[in-house]
């Protein structure tokens, strides 16, 4: 089972492309408004990125188009995005939306949350990983 194929089976949509404009990088998503989702970006049928926001699907993907000098994660997807679709590559936005109401006890229960790490450690997407420039972050 390729890894698409394992987000559609867990709910994950096609909901529009990344586009040039001009110098720039825009998307065609129509629905802006959904807060608290996961979303993928896939290029070549290989998922390159998988992200998690309770932001509107408008804010969040606003940073990407105009990056924060401090938002270093905004800054590389901005980077690879656009060095995607200047190689005329299409960059698809697949997006799980969680509207799932799980609690325990009474707390509430983020399946978006819950789902993103594993994701993340299955699939392996290149665009998650830290660049050769970052350093990694210590824990202890």
Same mark, same amino acid.
């Given at each position: 089972?390729?890894?698409?194929?394992?987000?559609?089976?867990?709910?994950?949509?096609?909901?529009?492309?990344?586009?040039?404009?001009?110098?720039?990088?825009?998307?065609?998503?129509?629905?802006? +408004?959904?807060?608290?989702?996961? &979303?993928? #970006? $896939?290029?070549?049928?290989?998922? =390159? @990125?998988?992200?998690?926001?309770?932001?509107?699907?408008?804010?969040?993907?606003?940073?990407?188009?105009?990056?924060?000098?401090?938002?270093?994660?905004?800054?590389?997807?901005?980077?690879?995005?656009?060095?995607?679709?200047?190689? +005329?590559?299409?960059?698809?936005? &697949?997006? #799980? $939306?969680?509207?799932?109401?799980? =609690? @325990?006890?009474?707390?509430?229960?983020?399946?978006?949350?819950?789902?993103?790490?594993?994701?993340?450690?299955?699939?392996?997407?290149?665009?998650?990983?830290?660049?050769?420039?970052?350093?990694?972050?210590?824990?202890?």
């Amino acid at each position: 089972m390729n890894n698409i194929t394992k987000l559609t089976n867990i709910n994950f949509n096609y909901l529009g492309n990344w586009i040039h404009q001009d110098e720039a990088i825009s998307h065609t998503i129509k629905d802006i +408004n959904s807060k608290n989702f996961l &979303y993928a #970006f $896939i290029v070549d049928e290989e998922v =390159k @990125y998988i992200g998690k926001s309770q932001q509107t699907i408008k804010q969040r993907f606003s940073g990407y188009i105009k990056p924060g000098s401090s938002q270093t994660t905004n800054i590389k997807n901005n980077k690879n995005i656009k060095n995607e679709l200047f190689q +005329n590559k299409e960059v698809k936005i &697949y997006i #799980f $939306i969680d509207n799932t109401l799980l =609690k @325990y006890g009474d707390f509430n229960i983020s399946l978006s949350a819950g789902l993103e790490d594993d994701l993340i450690k299955q699939i392996k997407p290149p665009w998650n990983g830290k660049e050769n420039n970052e350093k990694p972050t210590n824990t202890i």
